[in-house]
């Protein structure tokens, strides 16, 4: 079974920047999308960025875009975000996530009922 890792995290100030990466290991040959999700004190898990990994389509929430990017890797087991700009309000536990492509049946790139491999998380904490 595939494994999904994020790093990358850490204590930052206002203002600052940081590369959060994501790499899979197993078996991962279907996998459809990777998306970014977070968990805040207001949402269990609020999506945050995602990519098609048929066409390298990006998305993004309203709030990160515009200050966060997100892109593979040339391997094609890696995803990464990177976060500018970074507010208090952007701390969260990031999690890195995978639709699968084994489920019978599809769903928004926005919404997380589409991936169904997550990774643990990485903490991310902007003080102001």
């Known amino acids: 079974q595939a494994r999904l890792v994020e790093s990358g995290g850490g204590l930052v100030q206002a203002g600052d920047s940081l590369r959060l990466s994501c790499t899979t290991t197993?078996?991962?040959?279907?996998?459809?999308?990777m998306a970014w999700f977070r968990r805040t004190a207001w949402k269990e898990r609020e999506f945050v960025s995602a990519?098609?990994?048929?066409?390298?389509?990006?998305y993004y929430s309203d709030s990160g875009k515009g200050r966060f990017t997100i892109s593979r890797g040339a391997a094609d087991n890696t995803v990464f975000l990177q976060m500018s700009s970074l507010k208090p309000e952007d701390t969260a536990v990031y999690y890195c996530?995978?639709?699968?492509?084994?489920?019978?049946?599809?769903?928004?790139?926005?919404?997380?009922?589409?991936?169904?491999?997550w990774g643990q998380g990485t903490q991310v904490t902007v003080s102001s």
């Open positions: 197993g078996r991962a040959f279907s996998i459809r999308a």
């Open positions: 990519v098609s990994w048929s066409d390298g389509t990006t």
């Open positions: 996530a995978a639709d699968s492509g084994l489920k019978p049946y599809s769903a928004s790139y926005f919404s997380y009922t589409k991936y169904d491999w």
